[in-house]
């Protein structure tokens, strides 16, 4: 095989979607197995939908999965002299025609095709017309003199053998009236120009490959393998649409999702590898080729999604976690955070990322450890038995014998509190979840002793105190 040339090529008509991030991870992922080269082409021929925006969106989406394309960007509305060098090379030849149709035309053409039952194409009047009938003052566009017998067979990597009767194919558009090209002469002229070898994208582009191999056929050049992979559906089997989840990346990014959930998740979603579901991008690399590709469409299930993230939010470095949530904990509470608070969240976060299933949630559980908190109803009511000044004197006695304690550390504080319990008929949760309630403004945390070795004994001393000035307060 010769070197392995895969292409991205987007149309920056909106962001990256997750359609569109699966195919570049799979595109990105033959290259990177075969030891290959992934170009990136934005395809923004419709000057009137493509926008700056959408464009820096997809490099953003594009790196934040991790998927870093070879070479420059390569921007197709730039090259548009030289997909019209080829049509007119094409004119020249004979091998496509100037065509003098009117709209008026066009539409009668497609109206006649629909009442006989006939696909709704180009009727090819002007294919051998004498040009001197052209009407005066009328711009032609430039067709292709596609072949009307026979057939176009696609040996497709994944589909398996695809054809179409030529007869069921019409003259395609290669130069519109105004000399600007059409999508499908810029594609094969890039893709042939850029040396793509292999052309990875949906299943909706099947009847687009037909048109674009008489174009490749025209000009004498050899066609890139084609992989035609089925499109992502919603749980319910519809096509996937927002209510399903068919957001930008960057939606998933800010929900919380780390791009190696997001790169395994959409990895499995059409290809599979035996029974394996996590898969590291290591593994992908070295196990990805096309005939594992399901030729059904892949179900999106924002559950599974959620589930994968919780492991790859486990198997993360303490200290990754703590760069990834200090910017949404400094934004909800308005301030930076101090070394002292991030240093309480590194120690913490072991604790804290088991239960956590995406880093808005991490974070959210997290700030206790960075702000004194406030009291959610729940723990209200959990503090609610200090109002009586008895059980206030006893959680206090046992917080004052924990900092005599030789070291303030989960272990000595815990076997105190077993002790305690015994010694004052208490039961450990009478100790444990007031203090809990006090000390993190909720009924859920980690350990609470591991809390209170992270926090201090300080710190734990000015909560307590804050506790029971809120609750006799609200009492």
């Given amino acids: 095989m010769s070197k392995v040339v895969t292409r991205f090529a987007p149309s920056p008509t909106g962001y990256l979607h997750i359609g569109g991030a699966r195919t570049a991870l799979f595109s990105w992922l033959f290259a990177r197995h075969h030891g290959g080269v992934f170009r990136l082409r934005i395809e923004d021929t419709d000057r009137a939908r493509s926008t700056e925006d959408a464009v820096s969106k997809i490099f953003e989406g594009l790196r934040w999965l991790g998927l870093e394309w070879d070479g420059d960007p390569v921007m197709q509305f730039s090259r548009a002299a030289r997909h019209a060098e080829v049509a007119l090379k094409l004119l020249a030849e004979g091998k496509a025609y100037r065509c003098y149709c009117s709209q008026e035309e066009l539409a009668e053409m497609r109206e006649k095709a629909k009442a006989e039952g006939r696909p709704m194409g180009y009727d090819g009047r002007w294919r051998d017309r004498d040009p001197s009938d052209a009407p005066e003052g009328v711009p032609p566009v430039i067709r292709i003199k596609a072949p009307r017998e026979g ?25 519109r009236a105004d000399g600007t090209p059409t999508y499908m002469l810029s594609v094969v002229v890039d893709d042939h120009d850029m040396e793509v070898t292999h052309v990875i994208r949906g299943d909706d582009h099947l009847t687009n490959t037909f048109r674009q191999y008489q174009i490749y056929k025209a000009m004498g050049w050899a066609p890139p393998a084609f992989g035609h992979i089925p499109l992502i559906h919603g749980p319910d089997g519809a096509k996937l649409s927002k209510r399903h989840g068919a957001l930008g990346v960057e939606a998933y990014r800010d929900m919380g999702f780390l791009p190696e959930a997001m790169r395994n998740y959409l990895l499995r979603l059409g290809w599979s590898h035996g029974d394996d579901e996590i898969i590291s991008t290591e593994q992908a690399i070295a196990w990805f080729n096309l005939e594992n590709v399901g030729r059904s469409p892949a179900r999106f299930d924002m559950t599974k999604l959620t589930s994968l993230n919780g492991h790859y939010l486990r198997d993360a470095s303490d200290e990754r976690l703590v760069e990834l949530i200090v910017p949404l904990i400094e934004k909800s509470l308005g301030q930076a955070l101090s070394g002292q608070d991030r240093g309480r969240l590194t120690a913490g976060m072991a604790g804290l ?57 989960r272990h000595g504080l815990e076997n105190l509190a077993r002790i305690y319990s015994e010694e004052t008929g208490l039961k450990l949760g009478d100790i444990a979840q007031p203090l809990r309630a006090a000390l993190t403004g909720s009924t859920t945390s980690p350990p609470i002793f591991e809390v209170m070795e992270i926090l201090g004994a300080l710190e734990c001393q000015n909560r307590f105190v804050s506790a029971l000035k809120e609750i006799r307060t609200s009492s």
């Fill in 151 to 175: 057939e176009t067979v696609v040996p497709d990597l994944v589909q398996g053998e695809v054809r179409v009767a030529n007869g069921q194919l019409d003259d395609m558009v290669l130069l």
């Fill in 353 to 409: 990322k088991e239960r956590a299933k995406s880093l808005c949630d991490l974070a959210e559980s997290a700030r206790f450890y960075a702000l004194r908190p406030a009291f959610d109803a729940k723990a209200l009511k959990a503090l609610q038995p200090l109002a009586e000044a008895e059980k206030a004197l006893a959680l206090d006695a046992f917080l004052e014998r924990a900092y005599e304690l030789p070291a303030f550390e």
